[in-house]
T-cell receptor
Framework: DAKTTQPTSMDCAEGRAANLPCNHSTISGNEYVYWYRQIHSQGPQYIIHGLKNNETNEMASLIITEDRKSSTLILPHATLRDTAVYYCIVRVNDYKLSFGAGTTVTVRA | GAVVSQHPSWVICKSGTSVKIECRSLDFQATTMFWYRQFPKQSLMLMATSNEGSKATYEQGVEKDKFLINHASLTLSTLTVTSAHPEDSSFYIC????????????FGSGTRLTVV
């Protein structure tokens, strides 16, 4: 199973873009990169996922390097409500999602 | 779309009693659901995978007789914590794989279990 490495924590300023890195150097060719976030005492919320190409939706953008060994989640205009733990996950077999420690993002006014 | 409803959101029970947590997919059919537990300041730990109409598959170290999972329909999976003890106090979260659209997996809001 491909594992991911994320920074433990990061701060960002309200209104600025937040760039969250994730390393997944052992990712297989057919494994997707998923991003979820968990606001305190809630269930995880889906943000975005991708295979090879960069992806964008109403919440964020996902940039995947050409070799697929790393990716970056971009929150274009961070708000205080974006404070959460962000998880980068590579989908394993049997449709299981395994969570690592994630990155605790604190958005400051 | 792709909403999973989890109930109750919190429950307090006495040691030795059993507690049932429900997870329902509201607008889609979930052939596969997952159950996680999360201790304070820790990440989610997968407990088991349930498939509609068949026995659940438990992760290593999870007691199947203590955490009973039933997935009798395409929209409902239940987790029963039997003979609960204080060390079972945790945040339990269900999830379902969504086969349509771009959601991938969707999660319930979680159940905070406190055993006293």
């Amino acid at each position: 199973d491909a594992k991911t490495t994320q920074p433990t924590s990061m701060d960002c300023a309200e209104g600025r873009a937040a760039n969250l890195p994730c390393n997944h150097s052992t990712i297989s060719g057919n494994e997707y990169v998923y991003w979820y976030r968990q606001i305190h005492s809630q269930g995880p919320q889906y943000i975005i996922h991708g295979l090879k190409n960069n992806e964008t939706n109403e919440m964020a953008s996902l940039i995947i390097t050409e070799d697929r060994k790393s990716s970056t989640l971009i929150l274009p205009h961070a708000t205080l409500r974006d404070t959460a733990v962000y998880y980068c996950i590579v989908r394993v077999n049997d449709y299981k999602l395994s969570f690592g420690a994630g990155t605790t993002v604190t958005v400051r006014a | 779309g792709a909403v999973v409803s989890q109930h109750p959101s919190w429950v307090i029970c006495k040691s030795g009693t059993s507690v049932k947590i429900e997870c329902r997919s509201l607008d889609f059919q979930a052939t596969t659901m997952f159950w996680y537990r999360q201790f304070p300041k820790q990440s989610l730990m997968l407990m088991a995978t349930s498939n509609e109409g068949s026995k659940a598959t438990y992760e290593q170290g999870v007691e199947k007789d203590k955490f009973l999972i039933n997935h009798a329909s395409l929209t409902l999976s239940t987790l029963t914590v039997t003979s609960a003890h204080p060390e079972d106090s945790s945040f339990y979260i269900c999830s379902a794989r969504v086969d349509r659209g771009s959601y991938g997996y969707t999660f319930g809001s979680g159940t905070r279990l406190t055993v006293v």
